[in-house]
T-cell receptor
Framework: DAGITQSPRHKVTETGTPVTLRCHQT?????MYWYRQDPGHGLRLIHY???????DKGEVSDGYSVSRSKTEDFLLTLESATSSQTSVYFC???????????????FGPGTRLTVT | KNQVEQSPQSLIILEGKNCTLQ??????????LRWYKQDTGRGPVSLTI?????NTKSNGRYTATLDADTKQSSLHITASQLSDSASYIC??????????????FGQGTILTVHP
């Protein structure tokens, strides 16, 4: 998985609780992404980062926030988890400038989150 | 709206047989098209990236074709193996507009190879 780890790998939480997922890379790639994958949908971009403290929203960013204080770590926070956020979350990294247009994206192993 | 449509949604074949997966896209302007393989419980892994000037590209038993005029791509798997059982995802980056650089993912084709 190209030097990408995600933690936790599985989590069950209750509605209304805050949840933070962590993505850690050892590749020193500039770009990092958070996606969610749900049945009947392709992977959808939540947020991405193009450098330390530089982040931007994706297509499904409502209810999520991110932070990147170091090159190697990208955190995804659900401030108040809802059942609709039950999903599998993937982190990805990319080296190329201009995000994914020219460069390959490498995906982490995923975190399965269940909100009850 | 940029879209990537894949067919079939699922496919079952016997080990040793060949199969072809289809991808149609409406992403414009076009830069490249990628095929990923996603094993159950794992993240997607890239199989091939094709630019608009490439018609065919092979990676072992996987051969991807691209017709940029009709906006269609196919992934052909030869002499299938049990380890080919996975979801195959077609991905096209957005090369212009407000979604520049973002990836548009197909829903994937779930391939099951039976012994």
């Amino acid at each position: 998985d190209a030097g990408i780890t995600q933690s936790p790998r599985h989590k069950v939480t209750e509605t209304g609780t805050p949840v933070t997922l962590r993505c850690h890379q050892t590749e020193n790639h500039r770009y990092m992404y958070w996606y969610r994958q749900d049945p009947g949908h392709g992977l959808r971009l939540i947020h991405y980062s193009y450098g330390v403290k530089d982040t931007d929203k994706g297509e499904v960013s409502d209810g999520y926030s991110v932070s990147r204080s170091k090159t190697e770590d990208f955190l995804l926070t659900l401030e108040s988890a809802t059942s609709s956020q039950t999903s599998v979350y993937f982190c990805a990294i990319s080296e190329a400038s201009g995000s994914a247009l020219q460069g390959e994206q490498y995906f982490g192993p995923g975190t399965r989150l269940t909100v009850t | 709206k940029n879209q990537v449509e894949q067919s079939p949604q699922s496919l079952i074949i016997l080990e040793g047989k060949n199969c072809t997966l289809q991808c149609n896209y409406t992403v414009s302007p076009f830069s490249n098209l990628r095929w990923y393989k996603q094993d159950t419980g794992r993240g997607p892994v890239s199989l091939t990236i094709m630019t608009f000037s490439e018609n065919t590209k092979s990676n072992g038993r996987y051969t991807a074709t691209l017709d940029a005029d009709t906006k269609q791509s196919s992934l052909h798997i030869t002499a299938s193996q049990l380890s080919d059982s996975a979801s195959y995802i077609c991905v096209v980056p957005n090369a212009g507009g407000t979604s520049y650089g973002k990836l548009t993912f197909g829903q994937g084709t779930i391939l099951t190879v039976h012994p």
